[in-house]
């Protein structure tokens, strides 16, 4: 699924350090210098190898309790991380909030002081209110690691993605990469247009007006609401899902009216405009809304499923340098 450039041995490696280290966890991309990133990186493509081959990596987390506490659904990113943690050596909780005292009215704070009390190394937290983890950053021990909050900052995906794209295109600076469609709602895109531009990626916003982001907002960055015009020479075009729990209903509604005809990704519409472009996604996708199935199918064309490999690597980065703090 994934080619990786170079394959070191997995015999008796071990993992880069970084004296430099100081992300006491990793709340939003903004909290990590350019350094931190260049580690993660180099950690992740140290673990890369170990996860395409499935070969057990060293343990770092050993020892390490790792709880991840989401108040929203996920797929990708509760069970990479989870993968993750228990490729490492980690005990590994996932918190089942349904089923949990959260029912009962308990606080985020309680719960969280609570796990933490447990003896947790490292918290993975997802949740609705945009800024929920950074309340807590002063009241627990643990690491804590946003696992997306409100419409606000999804760090690891946008990590993941960064992944993605070193080992597709074997670069970032100077990629011209097209976010489409409900930039506005998608933590995500926020996070994607921080990293990437830092990256020195050339970015874009294409979708309807409603859903590009607020103003002053990623002022640097060009708005297009003709698909056409926004993908035109585009190495990237990386497709969201309308955020319609973000939304009421009606917008909802509004938003999904006519939404594939305007803005779906097709073949047709990047063969025409942008023929060597890459697909994104970081999913849940919708297929037939904002990427055509058949697209988000090619091997040629989508870096969907190399995205949902690089999840679990990357992962293993960020636990590994948030407990160990690069030693
Ligand atoms: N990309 C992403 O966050 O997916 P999940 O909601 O399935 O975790």
């Not at 790792?66 to 980690?90: D, M, W």
């Not at 794209?165 to 995500?188: K, M, P, Q, Y």
Request: aromatic share 6%.
């Amino acid at each position: 699924m994934t080619t990786l450039s170079s394959t070191p041995p997995l015999t008796d490696a071990t993992p880069p350090t970084f004296e430099g280290w100081r992300a006491d966890g990793i709340l939003s991309v903004d909290d990590l210098s350019d350094a931190d990133i260049a580690y993660l990186f180099a950690l992740c493509d140290f673990y890369a190898p170990f996860v395409a081959a499935g070969a057990p990596p060293p343990r770092r987390l050993e020892g390490k309790t790792q709880v991840n506490l989401f108040y929203e659904n996920s797929t990708r990113t509760n069970l990479s991380f989870e993968i993750a943690g228990k490729k490492l050596g980690a005990d590994v909780l996932n918190v089942p909030v349904a089923a949990s005292s959260v029912n009962k009215g308990e606080a985020l704070v309680d719960t969280a002081q609570t796990l933490d009390a447990m003896g947790a190394a490292v918290m993975v937290i997802r949740h609705g209110e945009r800024g929920a983890q950074a309340r807590l950053a002063d009241r627990l021990g643990a690491r804590i690691v946003n696992g997306g909050d409100g419409a606000a900052e999804h760090p690891t995906q946008a990590l993941l993605d960064a992944a993605t794209l070193r080992t597709a295109f074997g670069r970032i600076e100077g990629l011209t990469i097209a976010i489409c469609g409900d930039v506005r709602h998608s933590r995500v895109a926020g996070s994607n247009a921080r990293l990437l531009a830092r990256l020195g990626a050339q970015l874009r916003f294409v979708g309807p007006p409603p859903l590009m982001p607020a103003d002053g907002d990623f002022a640097d960055a060009p708005r297009f609401d003709r698909l056409d015009d926004g993908l035109a020479g585009v190495d990237v075009a990386m497709a969201l899902r309308i955020q319609s729990e973000r939304m009421d209903g009606t917008d909802a509604q509004a938003a999904a009216a006519g939404y594939f005809d305007a803005y779906g990704l097709t073949h047709a519409r990047l063969d025409a405009v942008a023929p060597n472009a890459k697909v994104m996604h970081p999913g849940p996708m919708n297929r037939g809304v904002e990427i055509d199935g058949a697209l988000a199918d090619d091997p040629a064309r989508s870096l969907i499923l190399a995205q949902v490999f690089h999840g679990v690597p990357m992962r293993m980065a960020v636990l590994d340098a948030v407990v160990n703090r690069g030693a």
